[in-house]
Every structure is written in C-alpha cells, then in structure tokens.
C-alpha cells in the first residue's frame, strides 16, 4: 500500500511509516506547487495509486463527488504531536 501523507501531516511521519508500508511520501516532496491545490493532490495521487492519508475534510467531499480511487483515510485526532 502506497501512503500520500497531506500538507497538515508532519513530513517526519514518513519515516516513521516506512517499515509497515510498500512507500510513503509527503505531498511537499512530489512536484506539487506548494502549497499544493487540494484538486492537484487528488489527481496526482489517482495517477499514482497512492491512499491520501489527511486532516482535511474537503478530501471527503472530493471523495462523495468523484469517487474512487485514490481513497481517503482523514484523521480525526485534532492537534496531535508525532
């Protein structure tokens, strides 16, 4: 499984993922402007079947609207130190 770790998730979290998952990566390390347009994001990650792991619900109302893939993992934990 294929992680995109979104702009409001700490990059530092990659590292920590590496081990239990095929690849993680940050959407700042992609090519993506910064900051990426949350549209770009879901097309990149389609083109590349990545999961989008998020703090942003505007990703649901992606998902609701276009459906899937890529799927969407939000994190509903608030503020939270790694």
């Known amino acids: 499984?294929?992680?995109?770790?979104?702009?409001?998730?700490?990059?530092?979290l990659c590292s920590d993922l590496e081990d239990h998952f095929d690849i993680v990566k940050h959407v700042d390390s992609i090519g993506?402007?910064?900051?990426?347009?949350?549209?770009?994001?879901?097309?990149?990650?389609r083109q590349n079947d990545f999961l989008i792991v998020t703090n942003d619900e505007d990703f649901l109302d992606l998902l609701?609207?276009?459906g899937f893939p890529p799927h969407v993992v939000l994190l509903r934990t608030g503020n939270q130190s790694n």
């Open 64 to 66: 609701l609207v276009k």
């Open 32 to 45: 993506l402007n910064v900051p990426a347009k949350d549209q770009d994001i879901w097309q990149w990650s």
């Open 1 to 12: 499984m294929k992680l995109l770790l979104d702009a409001n998730l700490s990059w530092r």
